[in-house]
């Protein structure tokens, strides 16, 4: 599993939806961080979206874009599901 987190300065309706659909997302979280708007995409083992998820947002709205390895918690959470 890989996880890419993106924090959007301007959220819009629909947007969590769309990503959803990306190809090779498996699951996807959302929430407030502060003013702006925090979502995690988890996908499969090797899967990047960096370009596909900055098309998508725009690059103006996009504060931040970090792809990394899960943490332990979110591991372990994956296997649960």
Known sequence: M???????RAPRKGLVEELGRLAGVQRIAS???GPFQRITLYTGVG???DGRVQD?????????????EPTLEEAYISILN
């Open 2 to 8: 890989n996880v890419a987190e993106a924090i959007i």
């Open 31 to 33: 929430s407030s961080d």
């Open 56 to 68: 998508l947002v725009g690059q103006d709205n996009l504060e931040q874009f970090v792809s990394r």
């Open 47 to 49: 899967v990047s979206l």
